[in-house]
């Protein structure tokens, strides 16, 4: 027989089961401590020096560090990551119905825009009452609005010397 053949019969089977669970208990006490980290630094409730305290004796002495730290503050672990993933589904969403919009502004937003320019000269007060209708109706331009007499721009008045 090779000396491969030898090592599979000096590893029996349980022994590679034992194996496999110390691996995975080292693996999730990784996860464990990496969690109770992010909540140290996560928590705004604890002072600057509470969290370097905390983060020291998870450091120095960490399986006492962890254990304490569950006891201590694990009950209020859970509802810190859930205000987190609701604090940031909300940004999300508001992220997603401001793209929705397309940037378009809002028929206030356009009315008032058209009210500045007819105060400032740039448009009649037809042309005004004309894009008024429109915004109302729901069929604004979706360019930014410009006089109807065909001028692109804010119609300014010089006098002549």
């Given at each position: 027989?090779t000396?491969?053949?030898?090592l599979?019969?000096?590893?029996p ?8 669970l ?6 999730m ?8 980290v992010?909540?140290?630094f ?9 969290k370097?305290g ?8 960490p399986?006492l ?6 006891m201590a503050?694990?009950?209020?672990m ?9 604090a940031q ?10 793209t ?5 502004p ?6 008032a825009?058209?009210s500045?320019m ?5 448009i ?5 009452r004309?894009?008024k209708?429109e ?14 007499t065909?001028?692109s ?9």
């Amino acid at each position: 027989m090779t000396a491969q053949t030898y090592l599979a019969y000096d590893y029996p089977l349980l022994s590679a089961f034992w194996t496999m669970l110390w691996f995975f208990l080292w693996i999730m006490w990784f996860i464990l401590l990496f969690r109770v980290v992010l909540d140290i630094f996560r928590d705004d409730a604890l002072s600057g020096w509470a969290k370097a305290g905390w983060l020291v004796f998870c450091l120095v002495l960490p399986f006492l560090g962890v254990l304490v730290y569950l006891m201590a503050r694990g009950k209020d672990m859970g509802r810190r990551e859930v205000a987190q993933a609701r604090a940031q589904q909300e940004r999300f969403d508001t992220y997603v119905r401001q793209t929705a919009a397309g940037g378009r502004p809002s028929g206030v937003d356009e009315l008032a825009r058209l009210s500045e320019m007819r105060e400032r000269g740039a448009i009649t007060d037809e042309e005004f009452r004309r894009a008024k209708e429109e915004v109302l109706s729901g069929h604004a331009p979706a360019g930014p609005a410009a006089p109807a007499t065909g001028t692109s721009g804010p119609v300014t008045h010089t006098s002549g010397r």
